[in-house]
C-alpha cells in the first residue's frame, strides 16, 4: 500500500474514533449518586428547589437527545420516565462552565443558559443540553 492509501485510511481511522463517545459518555449519570453533587448538570421533574434527591437525573457532559434518559431514584422504581420535555428543575454545578438548554435535540433553539451553580425552574421543554455553549 503507497504512502498516499496508508494516511487517508490513518485519518479515516483516526476520524472514526473521534465521532465515538467515550464508554463515560455513553453511560453518563454523573457521579452516580442521588444528590446533585459538585461537577453535575442535574435536571429535576418537580421544582422543589434540590430539597429532595427523588426525580433526578444527572450529567457529566453534554447530551445532544434527551429522548433516551429517564430520572432515576424514582421512590416506586418506574425507570420509564423520560427526561425529554418533563424536567421543571434545573441545577448547573459544572465546576468550569454555563450550561445552554435546548427546546429541541442536537441542540436546537436554545432557550435558556444558566451559570455556574445556576439553580432553577425551568420550562419542561427540554430535549438537550450544551456545557459551555
Not at 459518555?25 to 459538585?38: F, I, L, P, R, V
Request: neutral net charge; glycine residues 10%; charged residues 15%.
Amino acid at each position: 500500500m503507497g504512502i498516499k492509501r496508508k494516511l487517508a485510511a490513518a485519518l479515516v481511522g483516526a476520524a472514526v474514533v473521534v465521532a465515538v463517545p467515550t464508554a463515560a459518555q455513553a453511560e453518563d449519570h454523573g457521579d452516580g449518586k442521588t444528590a446533585c453533587n459538585s461537577g453535575e448538570i442535574c435536571f429535576q421533574f418537580s421544582w422543589d428547589g434540590f430539597s429532595t434527591s427523588t426525580f433526578q437525573r444527572h450529567f457529566w457532559y453534554s447530551d445532544s437527545n434527551h429522548n433516551d434518559d429517564v430520572f432515576g431514584n424514582v421512590p416506586n422504581g418506574n425507570t420509564s420516565l423520560l427526561l425529554a420535555d418533563n424536567a421543571h428543575g434545573f441545577w448547573n454545578r459544572d465546576t468550569s462552565c454555563s450550561v445552554t438548554l435546548y427546546v429541541s435535540t442536537s441542540y436546537r433553539n436554545g432557550y435558556a443558559t444558566i451559570a455556574r451553580g445556576g439553580k432553577q425552574s425551568i420550562s419542561n421543554w427540554n430535549q438537550s443540553h450544551k456545557r459551555c455553549a
